[in-house]
């Protein structure tokens, strides 16, 4: 049975009746992760639900989400009460705060989780060695996940992302475990979109001072027919290794777009973010292996459900 727990900013912690209908999306980036409970309510029942901050939902001791409340309503009508809490995953404390404007001689991965990380209390967990980054910059305006991202995508190759325990994970994906659909697998609906338009087959990045050009291709795409080209202006004198970051990173981000399957099975927490799906299905459409991208799973009144979006691995 689904448990959901706040915290409340005293330290009171209030237990959750049990839910009646709940729904919870995982992914990388942004979005970032959400979640929304319904459970039965007494509307006298006397809690102060203003007062949560944090919410956490576990099921047969594994921890399933932990994250911020954003909106509590309480209400009844004909059928009884209920309460609906809903927010999203820890990275939103990353994205409400705006960073302060700076300029880092040399950036290390050290000084980035000291300045936009550390002061919001998260805790950490790293699993690769980032190098460090001469001349980063951080720009007024961006929130405090644009820069941890930006940092760690751009240069380091690695996309942070929260795990189910709200910590901050820079790690690259973990390649064990994988979801094997094959021609038995109870899938209730399937769909492959592959998209051309806004998929990019270079990117010229061009230093406003200097007005040194580098072209970054994507040699699979061009082979293709593909022909879409972007030109991104760097700040004054950036490096090359920061040009090429910035082209490859453009790259990557487009080709996410390029194929993707969505499909959903019959019950809740089939597969996780960052995990390999291999698909057989019996139809044969979309077969080989994939890596997911987004996972949504849920109860509603026909039983329990996960929505995968699936990417290239």
């Given amino acids: 049975m689904m448990r959901g727990e706040l915290l409340c900013w005293d330290g009171r912690r209030i237990r959750l009746p049990d839910a009646v209908e709940w729904r ?16 039965l309510w007494e509307p006298d029942s006397g809690n102060d639900l203003a007062e949560a901050v944090s919410f956490t939902a576990e099921e047969n001791g ?12 309480r209400g009844w009508d004909t059928a009884g009460g ?5 927010g999203r995953g820890m990275a939103a404390r990353l994205l409400d705060n705006e960073a302060l404007g700076a300029d880092y001689q040399v950036a290390t991965v050290e000084d980035i989780l000291r300045d936009h990380v550390a002061p919001y209390g998260i805790e950490i967990v790293r699993g690769a060695e980032l190098p460090p980054v001469p001349g980063f910059s951080v720009d007024a305006g961006s929130s405090e996940w644009q820069v941890v991202y ?42 492959l979109r592959e998209q051309r338009y806004g998929v990019l087959s270079e990117v010229l990045v061009r230093d406003r001072t200097t007005e040194e050009v580098q072209r ?36 990557a981000r487009a080709r996410e777009e390029l194929r993707q399957a969505e499909l959903e099975l019959p019950e809740a927490f089939a597969a996780w973010p960052g995990e390999l799906v291999e698909l057989n299905l019996a139809k044969g459409t979309g077969r080989g292996l994939w890596r997911v991208r987004e996972s949504v799973c849920g109860l509603k009144a026909a039983g329990t459900y996960t929505r995968l979006t699936l990417g290239e691995p």
């Fill in 24 to 39: 919870f999306q995982y992914g990388y980036g942004t979005p970032c992760d959400s979640f929304q409970i319904t459970c």
């Fill in 62 to 73: 594994e921890r399933l989400f932990t994250g911020v409340v954003d909106e509590c309503e």
């Fill in 82 to 86: 209920t309460l609906t809490v809903a």
């Fill in 150 to 191: 930006e940092f760690c995508r751009y240069y380091g190759g690695i996309a942070p992302r929260f795990d189910r325990l709200g910590r901050l994970v820079l790690a690259p994906w973990e390649e064990g475990r994988r979801l094997v659909l094959g021609a038995d697998a109870a899938v209730t609906s399937f769909r």
């Fill in 216 to 251: 970054v291709a994507d040699e699979d795409f061009l082979r293709r027919g593909g022909r879409c080209r972007r030109v991104l202006t760097m700040p004054g004198k950036s490096s090359y290794q920061a040009m090429r970051y910035s082209g490859a990173y453009q790259l």
